[in-house]
């Protein structure tokens, strides 16, 4: 049988289009321009939890004709890219902020940041969104949780973004605007370091300079590791919000139960995750030959791409694979999976577990208010700009806030 190419690196292809669905229909992989591409969801699970694959983000960079530089040096080193040992290592230092209990602790101060940002516009009755709410709450958060100031969250959020840009299909020409962001960020996070050098606080940044300190970990790790927390955690739930509120208002009956129950807040990022993930595909790297159900014949080093939308949506996985935020679908793909199980996905799912009900709840018509500005559907995804419009409603104010 001829398999399906999929153009992944073209930036007006769609991962959630009839290409990709008549593509699994067909056949459970297709060939993709990084590789091959698997799209059903039980193939999918099989495969992140098999030991003869590794990560395979190492080889992005080249992948997009990018072989050396200052991105291409970091990227080798962030944990994404990182295996063994070494990946062991820096997991188990980074671990305990990212703990479920730490991560609750900090549930009623997301609560109060959702709040408070909301009644900047609400009596306006619009909001750029992105803008206004999604990059400055994930910036926020993530100055909160590593211990920056808070103050710095625009200058974080500018940089993040920008380097965010390594996680897109046109990597090649924002090379520049990502380069520049790194050596920005690499800037900032030295001066942090040396502040808390010489002022320990009860922060992530003076936890690592104490291991660092300890022999646990060098200061270029230490450089790498800050870079990469700071832009990986801002990037992913700022993009992810956008994409909730455009699926969410695709389904205004489920936008409604989630303003009248929050405690529906949980459940409807796991469904938005599974229909509209920001991270569209899954990298794995065979580390030895491979032979996939008798099928597919991978060597080592062979490429393979997971595709979070197909295998969210297989029909195999679900009879009814409809979103719906009251029903528990089968584990979406969205923060990955094996010894890369994404290390901050604690501070994802609690943080728009509590953003998703208060915004459904302070804006119950909200809407669209045009097409907005999105990156391509393809590589990580998002909203660039995304205008809403409701009815004004008044501000809540402090004490009013649960």
Same mark, same amino acid.
């Given at each position: 049988?001829? %398999?399906? #190419?999929?153009?992944?690196?073209?930036?007006?292809?769609?991962?959630?289009?009839?290409?990709? +669905?008549?593509?699994?229909?067909?056949?459970?992989?297709?060939?993709?321009?990084?590789? %091959?591409?698997?799209?059903?969801?039980?193939?999918?699970?099989?495969? @992140?939890?098999?030991?003869?694959?590794?990560?395979?983000?190492?080889?992005?960079?080249?992948?997009?004709?990018?072989?050396? &530089?200052?991105?291409?040096?970091? =990227?080798?080193?962030?944990?994404?890219?990182?295996?063994?040992?070494?990946?062991?290592?820096?997991?188990?230092?980074?671990?305990?902020?990212?703990?479920?209990?730490?991560?609750?602790?900090?549930?009623?101060?997301?609560?109060?940041?959702?709040?408070?940002?909301?009644?900047?516009?609400?009596?306006?009755?619009?909001?750029?969104?992105?803008?206004?709410?999604?990059?400055?709450?994930?910036?926020?958060?993530?100055? /909160?949780?590593? &211990?920056?100031?808070?103050?710095? =969250?625009?200058?974080?959020?500018?940089?993040?973004?920008?380097?965010?840009?390594?996680?897109?299909?046109?990597?090649?020409?924002?090379?520049? /605007?990502?380069?520049?962001?790194?050596?920005?960020?690499? &800037?900032?996070?030295?001066?942090?370091?040396?502040?808390?050098?010489?002022?320990?606080?009860?922060?992530?940044?003076?936890? @690592?300079?104490?291991?660092?300190?300890?022999?646990?970990?060098?200061?270029?790790?230490?450089?790498?590791?800050?870079? #990469?927390? +700071?832009?990986?955690?801002?990037?992913?739930?700022?993009?992810?919000?956008?994409?909730?509120?455009?699926?969410?208002?695709?389904?205004?009956?489920?936008?409604?139960? @989630?303003?009248?129950?929050?405690?529906?807040?949980?459940?409807?990022?796991?469904?938005?995750?599974?229909?509209?993930? !920001?991270? !569209? =595909?899954? !990298? /794995?790297?065979?580390?030895?030959?491979?032979?996939?159900?008798?099928?597919?014949?991978?060597?080592?080093?062979?490429?393979?791409?997971?595709?979070?939308?197909?295998?969210?949506?297989?029909?195999?996985?679900?009879?009814?694979? !409809? #979103?719906?935020?009251?029903?528990?679908?089968?584990?979406?793909?969205?923060?990955? *999976?094996?010894?890369?199980?994404?290390?901050?996905?604690?501070?994802?799912?609690?943080?728009?577990?509590?953003? @998703?009900?208060?915004?459904?709840?302070?804006?119950?018509?909200?809407?669209?208010?045009?097409?907005?500005? =999105?990156?391509?559907?393809?590589?990580?995804?998002?909203?660039?700009?995304?205008?809403?419009?409701?009815?004004?409603?008044?501000?809540? *104010?402090?004490?009013? /806030?649960?």
């Amino acid at each position: 049988m001829e %398999h399906l #190419f999929l153009d992944l690196a073209d930036p007006t292809f769609d991962v959630t289009g009839p290409d990709v +669905i008549n593509a699994r229909e067909q056949s459970w992989w297709a060939r993709s321009s990084y590789g %091959h591409a698997v799209l059903r969801h039980a193939e999918v699970t099989a495969l @992140l939890k098999d030991r003869r694959f590794q990560q395979g983000n190492a080889q992005w960079p080249a992948q997009n004709g990018v072989h050396s &530089g200052l991105f291409s040096d970091w =990227w080798h080193k962030v944990l994404l890219s990182l295996e063994g040992e070494d990946h062991l290592r820096m997991r188990r230092l980074l671990n305990p902020a990212f703990k479920q209990g730490a991560i609750a602790a900090m549930v009623p101060s997301f609560t109060q940041l959702a709040h408070e940002l909301v009644d900047n516009f609400s009596e306006r009755g619009s909001v750029e969104f992105i803008k206004e709410f999604a990059e400055p709450y994930a910036s926020r958060i993530l100055c /909160r949780l590593v &211990g920056l100031p808070e103050s710095e =969250w625009a200058q974080v959020a500018h940089w993040a973004d920008d380097l965010g840009k390594c996680f897109g299909v046109r990597i090649k020409e924002d090379l520049p /605007r990502i380069e520049a962001a790194l050596e920005g960020l690499y &800037g900032y996070c030295d001066t942090v370091v040396q502040d808390r050098t010489a002022n320990p606080r009860d922060d992530l940044v003076s936890d @690592l300079v104490r291991n660092q300190q300890e022999g646990k970990l060098s200061s270029a790790e230490l450089s790498v590791a800050l870079v #990469f927390l +700071i832009f990986a955690g801002m990037e992913t739930t700022r993009n992810q919000l956008g994409l909730a509120l455009q699926t969410l208002f695709a389904h205004p009956g489920q936008w409604e139960l @989630l303003a009248a129950d929050p405690s529906l807040g949980r459940n409807a990022v796991e469904e938005v995750m599974r229909v509209n993930p !920001t991270v !569209t =595909w899954i !990298t /794995r790297e065979a580390i030895e030959d491979v032979h996939l159900n008798d099928e597919l014949h991978l060597k080592a080093g062979d490429i393979v791409q997971v595709l979070s939308h197909s295998a969210g949506t297989d029909p195999r996985a679900q009879p009814d694979p !409809t #979103f719906d935020i009251t029903v528990e679908h089968p584990m979406h793909m969205g923060f990955g *999976g094996g010894v890369h199980h994404c290390l901050g996905h604690w501070v994802a799912r609690m943080d728009m577990a509590v953003a @998703l009900p208060v915004l459904a709840a302070r804006m119950p018509d909200a809407r669209a208010d045009g097409p907005g500005n =999105w990156l391509p559907v393809s590589g990580n995804t998002g909203a660039i700009t995304f205008p809403i419009s409701f009815t004004p409603t008044p501000r809540v *104010g402090a004490a009013s /806030r649960g």
